[in-house]
C-alpha cells in the first residue's frame, strides 16, 4: 500500500500554472526523492502535500484516505511531518522548548487541563520533557536542549528541525532540502542517518534534494519536476542518464554539446 | 472542551544510541549558592511578601482602597498581556471588555439579586463571548486594522451597551455592594489578591503547557505552529477568550471596589493606560506585567505623596492627579520601546535570576526577546 499518492494535482496562481498535472507516490519505507531546477514547483508539491495549498485539480491520498480536504495540522495528526526550506523552528524559544512545542499532538490532555493545572498534566510534562530530550540525544544535540533557536548556524536548525518534525511522531517525512548549505561530507553524513532514522521510526520519505550523489545514495524513486511538471521518474540511474533531465537542468546548448547517439551522458552535478 | 482527552499514548522513544555526530558544547559551570544565600533570597521574598500581605493591613480604609485597584490593574494587565504579549493582536477596545464585566456584575447583584460569586462568573462568561465575537474577526484582519476594529469597538460599546439604562443605570450608576464576608476595605482586598493568585496560577500553567507554547508558536510563524499540529484558528480563538475571562473578572472585581460603577470611568484614556500599563510591564513576562500594571493604578496617589499641593509649574495651571498615567505613561512607554523593550520585566530580570537561586549578574540584561515589531499593527 502506498503512503502517499498525489493523483494529478494542479494548482493556478493567477496566470502561473505551478503544478500540472503532477503526480507521485510514496510506497511504505520507501525514500523518494523530488529533483528539479529552481522554480521546478518542488515545494509547491509539498504545499498541495501538506496542505498549504489546495489543488485546483486532482486529489492528495495519505495512508489510503482522502486527505485534500483536510487543514495543516489535521494531516500532522494523521502522520505527516514536514521540513521547511527556511527553517521551521520557533526561533525565539529554546530548543528545548521547540521539541516540546512539537509534542502538542502527543500531550494526551487538552489545553484546558493545562491551564487549570491538572495534576496529570504535570505528570504528561514531564514525560513530554523525557521524550525531548531522547530525540535530542538520538540527533547530538543533548548539549543545546537550553540554547535559543535564534543564532545557531544554520546546519545546526536543520538538524533541530528534525527533530522536531520526529517529535510529532510521523510516519511520513517530507523534507525540504534538508542538505542546503551542507558540504558534500556532511551531506553523505546525513543520507547515513536518514537511512538509520527511518529503520528506527518506521519512516517513509520524499525529500526534495539537490545533492545528486545524495539522492543516488539514499533514494529508491525519483521524480523529476520542471516547470511545474513532471518530467520524469524512476530509479536514480534512470532518472540522471534521462536526456529531458539534463536537458531541463543545464539548458539547450546541453543537447549541442552531447554528440547524436552519445551515450556517455554526464552526471547531473547540479 | 473537555477536560481530559484520550490520545493514544505517544511511542517512547526507544533507542540510545545516537544517529548523528553529537554536537559538543562546552557548559558554564553551574552556581549554587550557599546556605547563607538562600537565607537572604528568603528574606527578600518574605520582605517582598510582607510588602504585599501585611502593610495595607496598616493604612487607612482609602489607601486600600487604592491598592485593591492595583491589584485588580494587575489583573487586567495579565489579559492583555494574553493578546498583545501570546498572539501579538492589539486590543485598544479593552475598557470595554473591563466595563462590561464591571456592568454585568453590578446588575446581576443590584437587579437580580444574585450572590458575588455567580455575578463575578457571569461576567467572566459574558466577557469570554465579546471575546471570542472579536476573536474571530481577528481570524480575518490582523494588524494596524484590527488595532483599529477593537478602537470602533470600546467606543461603540460606550455609546451603545452602556446606555443601557437597566444594565448600567444610565448616568447615575449602577450599586455594586462587596460581597458578604468581604465588607471591609481591607477583606476586599484580600479577596482581590487571591483572584489574583489565581490568574496567576492559571497564566503560569498556560504558559508552561500545550496552549501556551501552541500560543507561541502561532505568534511567530503560523505555518510552521500548523505543521507542529496546532489548529491555528483554534487557538488565537482560545487566547482571545482566555483574555476575555480574565478582563471580565477584573471589570467585576473593579465595580465591587467601587461598591459603584458609573459609565464615564470606561472611556478611551482608561484603554489606553492598560496598553501602556501592560507594556512598560513587560510583554510575556508576568511579574513585570503585575508590577507596571500596579505601579499604572498607584500613580495618580503617588502624585499626591510627591506633590501635596498639586504640581505646579510656573506658567502652568496646576496638573490634577488624574492626568498623571496620560502624562507619565508616554514618556514610559517611549523610554521602554526605545531602550527597555522587555519592559519593567527586563529590568528585573537580574533580580529574578538571583532569587531563583542563579548569581545575580546584570548579564544579558540589555537583550530582551521583546520586539517592538512583535506587535502585528
Known amino acids: ?270 | 472542551m473537555s477536560l481530559e482527552e484520550s490520545v493514544d499514548a505517544p511511542p517512547v522513544v526507544e533507542t540510545e544510541a545516537p544517529v548523528a555526530e553529537p554536537i559538543v558544547v562546552e557548559a558554564a559551570p553551574s552556581f549554587r549558592p550557599g546556605p547563607a544565600g538562600w537565607v537572604a533570597r528568603g528574606l527578600v521574598m518574605a520582605a517582598a511578601a510582607a510588602l504585599v500581605l501585611l502593610f495595607p493591613a496598616t493604612r487607612g480604609n482609602v489607601d486600600v482602597h487604592i491598592y485593591t485597584q492595583a491589584v485588580i490593574f494587575a489583573i487586567i494587565g495579565l489579559s492583555l498581556n494574553v493578546l498583545l504579549g501570546y498572539t501579538g493582536q492589539i486590543s485598544l477596545g479593552h475598557q470595554a471588555f473591563v466595563g462590561v464585566g464591571a456592568f454585568t456584575s453590578a446588575y446581576m447583584v443590584t437587579v437580580h439579586g444574585q450572590p458575588f460569586v455567580a455575578a463575578v462568573g457571569m461576567a467572566m462568561v459574558v466577557g469570554a463571548v465579546q471575546a471570542l465575537l472579536l476573536g474571530i474577526v481577528s481570524l480575518r484582519i490582523t494588524g494596524l486594522y484590527f488595532a483599529l476594529v477593537t478602537l470602533a469597538y470600546g467606543t461603540m460599546a460606550e455609546e451603545s451597551l452602556f446606555n443601557i439604562q437597566k444594565l448600567t443605570g444610565g448616568s447615575a450608576g449602577q450599586p455594586a455592594p462587596k460581597p458578604a464576608g468581604f465588607t471591609t476595605d481591607l477583606r476586599y482586598y484580600y479577596l482581590c489578591l487571591a483572584f489574583l493568585a489565581v490568574v496567576v496560577w492559571v497564566d503560569w500553567r498556560l504558559m508552561k503547557t500545550k496552549g501556551g507554547r501552541a500560543l507561541s508558536a502561532v505568534r511567530e510563524n503560523p505555518r510552521v505552529a500548523a505543521t507542529f499540529g496546532t489548529d491555528v484558528k483554534v487557538y488565537t480563538l482560545m487566547a482571545f477568550v482566555v483574555a476575555g475571562v480574565f478582563a471580565g473578572l477584573g471589570g467585576a472585581l473593579l465595580a465591587h471596589n467601587d461598591t459603584f460603577v458609573v459609565r464615564d470611568l470606561f472611556n478611551f484614556q482608561l484603554a489606553l493606560v492598560f496598553v501602556i500599563m501592560t507594556v512598560v510591564g513587560g510583554l510575556r513576562n508576568r511579574t513585570g506585567v503585575v508590577i507596571g500594571s500596579a505601579f499604572f493604578a498607584l500613580i495618580g496617589k503617588l502624585f499626591d505623596v510627591l506633590f501635596e499641593n498639586g504640581l505646579h509649574i510656573p506658567g502652568l495651571k496646576a496638573l490634577p492627579k488624574e492626568y498623571a498615567p496620560i502624562v507619565i505613561g508616554p514618556m514610559l512607554l517611549l523610554f521602554t520601546l526605545t531602550r527597555h523593550p522587555g519592559g519593567v520585566g527586563q529590568q528585573v530580570r537580574p533580580l529574578q535570576r538571583w532569587l531563583r537561586g542563579g548569581r545575580f549578574s546584570f548579564k544579558n540584561t540589555h537583550e530582551s526577546e521583546v520586539r517592538v515589531s512583535d506587535v502585528r499593527a
Open chain 1, 1 to 270: 500500500m502506498s503512503v502517499l499518492e498525489v493523483r494529478s494535482c494542479s494548482i493556478r496562481f493567477g496566470g502561473v500554472q505551478a503544478a500540472r498535472d503532477v503526480s507521485l507516490r510514496a510506497g511504505e519505507w520507501e525514500i523518494v526523492g523530488v529533483i528539479g531546477p529552481n522554480g521546478a514547483g518542488k515545494t509547491t508539491t509539498f504545499n498541495i502535500i501538506t496542505g498549504f495549498y489546495r489543488p485546483n485539480e486532482g486529489s492528495v491520498w495519505f495512508k489510503g484516505r482522502d486527505v485534500t480536504g483536510l487543514g495543516v495540522h489535521e494531516r500532522t495528526a494523521l502522520g505527516m511531518g514536514r521540513t521547511f526550506q527556511n527553517v521551521g523552528l520557533v526561533k525565539s524559544a529554546t530548543v528545548r522548548e521547540n521539541l516540546l512545542t512539537a509534542q502538542h499532538l502527543e500531550a494526551g490532555y487538552s489545553a484546558l487541563a493545562g491551564m487549570v493545572g491538572l495534576p496529570s498534566t504535570f505528570v504528561a510534562e514531564r514525560r513530554l520533557g523525557q521524550r525531548a530530550e531522547a530525540l535530542a540525544g538520538i540527533l547530538g544535540l543533548g548539549d543545546l536542549l537550553e540554547s535559543r533557536v535564534a543564532g545557531l548556524p544554520y546546519g545546526v536548525l536543520k538538524r533541530i528541525e528534525l527533530a522536531a518534525v520526529l517529535a510529532t511522531d510521523p510516519d511520513l517525512l517530507l523534507l525540504d532540502e534538508p542538505t542546503s548549505g551542507m558540504g558534500p561530507e556532511e551531506a553523505h553524513a546525513f543520507g547515513a542517518t536518514l537511512l538509520e532514522l527511518r529503520r528506527e521510526f518506521d519512516l517513509t520519505v520524499v525529500m526534495i534534494e539537490h545533492h545528486v550523489p545524495l539522492v543516488a545514495q539514499v533514494c529508491d524513486y525519483v521524480y523529476c519536476l520542471n516547470f511545474g511538471e513532471l518530467l520524469a521518474e524512476g530509479t536514480p540511474d534512470q532518472v540522471r542518464s534521462n536526456p529531458e533531465v539534463i536537458r531541463a537542468y543545464l539548458g539547450q546548448e546541453a543537447e549541442e554539446v552531447l554528440e547524436p547517439g552519445d551515450r556517455g551522458v554526464p552526471e547531473v552535478t547540479v
